[in-house]
């Protein structure tokens, strides 16, 4: 027996307690701390750090953990299955893959979430049979899960994992369809997508709207176009979700400087309606610095604003007043002052009206005066055009009276003006305007000193010498110069096919009498130039009679479409 003196005893025996002490809190029949069982029954435990410690200490021993893990996913604690499914994700081997895959069925939500990672972490093992785990998973019942497996087929960015959301998105139903169009849309996104979205949001189970409305909110700065439409016609939800959108829109407008994506943001602002949308709505609009189809859109959203049930009396005072006051400004972009006089017709005021039969009646000089607008900015101004006739028409009654002084009065209008107020009585179904309407298919020009009349007889002859002077290599300006010669009616075949379709809509005997008065009058013309064609000098002017043909019979394809859809015979075509 070892002596130990009396000073030394006292620390001797409190490293025996600790040593004791140590062997005693082993777990028993728990192997050395490097044995994969050892870890795995520390995933039971209640401390975080210990967890975390253990999926480290297995990620490490790799395959020589596999056995342990498998018996661990086997245990009846849900976080030691769960942990052991992390560690998986972390081997890269295909049996890995198929028993995680047959861990999608677990019991437990949180077992089937972390089954759904694990799958997707290993997809580079064997895309294919991944792609197929997580379509298995897209069609469960719960929401998380449905959401996660849709998330991770579009995360594995493969052809085969997008068709499964697609066919999903247009094959399946419920909450399945819906999470897999709200991550298809990330890949491919279509208007068609966030459209169905909307939808979903509007009708269905109280999961399916809250799921839809997720969808949404995570999209919102993407579906901006969809989600003013669908608030326009619709209201309710998708309005709320883009009222709650406006202060994150309005900034970005402010720092933006694309001119396509800030239309969409002002259309919006538009539909919300409310004070700080209306008044940066107005500041952009009167923002010289700003391009100009930027102000226009701006001008366009205030008249939506304007128009909704949402804004208040003083708002739509604010906005009119805003409206005339860009209307007014002389040396404005007409462009703009355009699309101010059509929001403010759409709010039936007189002074947009009358601006726009002003610029309607005006706008071949318009064009032609803008010498330094480019060819798609004269193409903004031509569909602008056509927008304000639709605004005359939908402005309804309140339109047809100014419109007709315009085609009475003393001064001849423009063509452009009665192509306008036609289309508007047609679509209104003016029946007294139809009397108006005879002289700008029928009427005749009468010849002038500058351009005289050259008449086309019974036989093709023509009562004036007609001939290209280089017709083996035809000018096209000249060439156009003589079909205007050569044509004997007033008005352009633009105003001549619009009285036609006028008078189809708003139909009645007089209209039916305009048309075949018409449609006899034009095969005649027709048949004369025809006649032209059989002349030995002919080839001296062909493409002058071709194109005056091609002219008349465009007309006349409206003028018997217009007949035929009111029922009447139609006169015997001649030529080919």
């Given amino acids: 027996m070892i002596a130990l003196s009396d000073r030394r005893w006292p620390f001797a025996a409190v490293a025996l307690l600790v040593v004791a002490l140590a062997v005693a809190v082993l777990p028993t029949g728990c192997g050395r701390p490097d044995d994969p069982e050892f870890y795995v029954q520390q995933l039971a435990s209640e401390r975080d750090e210990t967890r975390r410690r253990a ?67 290993l997809s580079a093992v064997w895309t294919e049979r991944s792609t197929e785990l997580l379509g298995k998973a897209l069609r469960q019942d719960n929401p998380e899960v449905i ?52 939808e979903s949001v509007r009708a269905g189970a109280d999961d399916e709207i809250e799921a839809a409305r997720s969808a ?45 994506r800030a239309q969409d943001i002002l259309a919006a602002l538009g539909v919300i309606a409310d004070e700080p949308s209306v008044e940066k709505l107005i500041t952009d609009m009167q923002d010289t610095r700003l391009q100009s189809s930027w102000r226009v859109a ?19 005072r604010r906005i009119t007043e805003a409206l005339n006051q860009t209307m007014d ?56 055009r056509i927008r304000a006739q639709e605004a005359l028409t939908a402005s309804g009654e309140f339109v047809v009276e100014p419109l007709r002084q315009r085609l009475t009065a003393d001064e001849e209008p423009g063509p452009i003006i009665i192509w306008a107020a036609v289309k508007t009585f047609g679509e209104l179904r003016v029946d007294d305007t ?16 500058q351009r005289p009349l050259i008449e086309v007889r019974e036989d093709g002859q023509l009562s004036v010498e007609v001939v290209l002077p280089n017709w083996q290599e035809p000018d096209e300006q000249e060439v156009r110069a003589l079909i205007d010669e050569l044509e004997p009616f007033r008005y352009p075949e633009y105003v001549r096919w619009t009285v036609a379709n006028a008078l189809r809509q708003i139909g009645g005997q007089e209209a039916e009498d305009i ?9 005649d013309f027709v048949d004369r130039l025809r006649a032209n064609q059989d002349l030995r000098d002919y080839h001296m002017r062909a493409p002058v009679i071709e194109g005056l043909i091609a ?8 003028v018997r479409l217009a007949m035929e859809q009111l029922g009447m015979p139609l006169v015997a075509q001649t030529g080919s």
């Fill in 515 to 523: 048309l075949a008065e018409a449609a006899g009058e034009k095969q």
């Fill in 434 to 449: 139809v009397p108006l309407m005879r002289r700008f298919i029928l009427d005749r020009r009468e010849p002038t000193e």
């Fill in 216 to 260: 949404l909110k995570e999209l919102q700065d993407r579906i901006v176009p969809e989600l003013v439409e669908f608030a326009g016609r619709h209201g309710g939800r998708p309005e709320e979700l883009l009222i709650e959108t406006r202060d994150d829109l309005i900034a970005e407008l402010n720092r933006i400087l694309d001119a396509r």
């Fill in 147 to 198: 959401q996660r497996a849709a998330q991770g087929l579009r995360e594995l960015h493969e052809a085969e994992a997008i068709e499964v959301l697609r066919q999903e998105y247009e094959q399946g139903d419920g909450l399945s369809a819906i999470y897999a169009a709200r991550h298809l849309y990330e890949e491919e996104p279509a208007p068609e997508i966030a459209r169905f979205l909307l």
């Fill in 329 to 384: 400004r002389g040396r404005e972009d007409n462009r703009v002052r355009i699309a101010a006089a059509i929001s403010l017709c759409r709010l039936r005021q007189d002074s947009g009206v009358e601006y726009l039969l002003t610029q309607l009646d005006r706008f071949q000089d318009i064009v032609g005066g803008e010498q330094r607008l480019s060819g798609s900015e004269l193409d903004a101004l031509k569909e602008l």
């Fill in 298 to 316: 701006a001008a366009d959203a205030l008249g939506t604003a304007a128009a909704s049930d949402r804004s208040t009396r003083p708002l739509r």
């Fill in 551 to 558: 002219r008349h019979e465009d007309v006349l394809f409206y």
């Fill in 55 to 121: 999926i480290e200490e297995l990620t490490r021993m790799q395959e020589r953990a596999i056995p342990a893990i498998e018996e661990g996913l086997q245990s009846d604690d849900p976080r030691v299955r769960s942990a052991c499914l992390q560690v998986l994700g972390r081997t890269r081997r295909i049996s890995s893959l198929l028993t995680a895959g047959e861990m999608l069925d677990d019991p437990d939500e949180d077992v089937r979430l972390q089954a759904i990672e694990t799958v997707a972490e």
